[in-house]
């Protein structure tokens, strides 16, 4: 394969993608293990090596002796043709052994759209897509990350999920396998088993029955499987591994800097939002630490530049001393130190003028709503008069670029409400007008708006979708209001988000669709350079799935939900008193101010939240 390889590569792009080869890359004797796991990231290689959550695990599960542990990535279309065409099975960038010789298949799953890219990844590997069709123990495959909450449309392919943070439970699954494979264990029985490990889940053993009008009647646990499959956290990030010897890529990624990544979770609970409420319960890393572990991460991969990553960076609560301790480290050296994930209600000139000292950078600001109205009833808890302070602030101090995104569709949504997106950016310019530093150089507003995607485990989860038609009507809306020249206004694709929005509330009948839909050529849905809404109407017309019904039908209160077998910790109730809440446009003091009483706190044994 090596000699087909080399003619192969000179005629794709960013062949670097495909040699490994980088410095920090574990290679290990073969003779010298006893499980070998191909870590799969269903999208590119620029994509996957930017996730920090990739990097944790390929270190943790490297760390187990006996264990090796290697990365897949999907290949683009120029790299998957040429491959097909000289019969070379996707491999796995260390070794270069193809996918099908490991133990076990694990994907890493953070986004709807790259499903068709696991069906197609087993499929180049040579795999049988279908659980069923793989009956020996080699060659299982599951997968967790955040889209683990909803595993339905995916239930027919992968063998088993793990819900929540991975650092303790995947050794906790490895450990199992490598007693599995050495005492000579049939698939059933491993599966039986590791059914037992909290926080997995095994399609396998529960059955879904569906009522004469199509919805979902029950859910039944076979085999002494759990009725509700609790998420995993860890408990205390200090103690938590960082991947501060990591891999440094040949080639440009697409976040090529250091992630420090300063907590989980999100104190602000808005409703749109399936991240900030299934990373609950908040918890810090200490300053201390994440300054060691900063240092150790800049003098290994030599980068430039270090971000201070979470949902909402600005919220924590360390984050003065951390950053002056970091810049006495970063200036000296060149180093950029960036901020992402701000909030207009806390944002520091002072601070930002210390981060900035390297690189002057933009601003990125997320309002998500343009009324005072609808921004209360998605529980944004940010207010017009705070966004143009900041935009003051930030613009007095030289600043002359500046991101805003905001969605489209959202519950409660009205014309007004959309054409005050219009008008927010209307008296953003007015404020640069009256206090911008330099008027030289002119003011950059990159306007983005997303088409609202209702996703599990928020409080929307039972809202209906607009349709297509609606948002790009509203989108237009949108357009016509905008006068200023200085004003780059772009938005999602409706067809994506739809698409999106079915993928994330479906169930297992949504199964043959995409193995449908990859058998057409549908992958690389993400990207689109590749995405074909043709091919998935032809898939859903031939299985005979009415995608509508997953977008665009509103659930009912007590309906039971395709992924009501999960658990992330929040209670149902709260989620719908949050949507009752939404409906009278009442905010919900974020944590720090008063417990909302979501339930997270439970996974830390009934303990104070660390908010």
Not at 60 to 81: H, K, L, Q, T
Not at 258 to 282: D, K, S, W
Request: glycine share 8%.
């Amino acid at each position: 394969m090596t000699d087909q390889l080399h003619r192969i590569l000179p005629t794709v792009q960013k062949p670097a993608r495909y040699v490994g080869g980088e410095y920090g890359q574990i290679i290990k004797d073969k003779a010298k293990v006893d499980l070998r796991v191909a870590f799969c990231f269903p999208d590119t290689y620029e994509i996957g090596m930017s996730n920090i959550g990739m990097r944790i695990l390929y270190g943790i599960m490297n760390n187990m002796d006996g264990v090796w542990c290697e990365r897949v990535f999907a290949p683009w279309g120029d790299m998957e043709a040429a491959m097909r065409q000289h019969q070379i099975p996707l491999y796995a960038l260390e070794s270069r052994d193809p996918v099908k010789d490991f133990d076990l298949i694990a994907f890493s799953i953070g986004y709807e759209m790259s499903y068709t890219n696991i069906l197609n990844m087993l499929n180049l590997a040579g795999v049988p897509l279908l659980s069923r069709d793989r009956p020996g123990l080699q060659g299982l495959v599951f997968a967790g990350g955040v889209c683990a909450v909803n595993p339905e449309p995916l239930a027919d392919f992968i063998d088993f999920f793990s819900l929540g943070e991975g650092e303790e439970m995947t050794p906790e699954i490895l450990n199992l396998y490598r007693k599995a494979k050495g005492e000579g264990w049939d698939k059933p029985r491993f599966l039986h088993e590791v059914v037992k490990i909290p926080g997995v889940y095994v399609p396998s053993l529960y059955r879904h029955h569906y009522g004469a009008d199509g919805r979902l009647q029950s859910i039944e646990p076979l085999d002494g499987a759990p009725e509700r499959v609790v998420k995993r956290i860890v408990r205390d990030l200090d103690k938590a591994y960082y991947p501060a010897q990591t891999i440094v890529p040949n080639t440009e990624i697409v976040h090529d800097r250091t992630n420090l990544e300063v907590f989980r979770g999100c104190i602000r609970g808005c409703r749109f939002c399936q991240a900030g409420f299934c990373y609950r319960p908040v918890r810090e890393r200490s300053a201390e630490t994440l300054y060691h572990q900063a240092v150790e991460a800049l003098e290994t991969s030599g980068n430039h530049e270090i971000t201070l990553s979470s949902l909402s960076t600005s919220d924590y609560r360390q984050l003065a001393p951390l950053a002056d301790g970091l810049l006495s480290y970063c200036e000296s050296r060149h180093i950029n130190l960036s901020l992402p994930s701000l909030r207009a209600d806390n944002f520091s000139r002072e601070l930002m003028a210390k981060v900035q000292r390297v690189r002057k950078s933009g601003l990125t600001f997320a309002p998500e709503a343009g009324s005072q109205r609808l921004r209360d009833a998605i529980n944004k808890n940010v207010t017009e008069e705070e966004v143009l302070t900041t935009c003051a602030t930030a613009f007095s101090g030289g600043w002359n670029n500046v991101k805003l995104y905001f969605m489209l569709g959202l519950p409660t949504e009205t014309d007004e409400d959309v054409i005050a997106i219009a008008d927010l950016v209307w008296k953003i310019l007015k404020v640069w007008k009256e206090n911008a530093a330099n008027k030289k150089r002119g003011l950059s507003i990159n306007l983005s708006t997303a088409f609202f995607v209702p996703k599990p485990f928020t409080p929307f989860q039972w809202e209906a979708q607009i349709t297509p038609e609606e948002y790009m009507r509203r989108v237009h809306l949108l357009k016509e209001h905008l006068h200023s020249r200085a004003v780059d206004y772009r938005y999602h694709g409706s067809d994506l988000s739809f698409l999106e929005a079915v993928l994330a509330r479906g169930d297992r009948r949504l199964c043959p669709v995409l193995s449908y839909a990859v058998e057409h050529g549908a992958r690389l849905d993400g990207w689109d350079e590749y995405f074909r809404f043709d091919i998935w109407q032809e898939a859903f017309t031939a299985c005979g799935v009415d995608p509508a019904q997953y977008a665009q039908r509103a659930y009912e209160k007590d309906e039971l939900l395709p992924w009501s077998t999960m658990d992330v910790g929040i209670s149902k109730s709260y989620f719908w008193r949050e949507r009752e809440r939404a409906y009278e446009s009442k905010t919900t003091p974020d944590c720090r101010t008063a417990c909302g009483g979501c339930g997270a706190n439970r996974l830390e044994g009934g303990v104070t939240c660390d908010v």
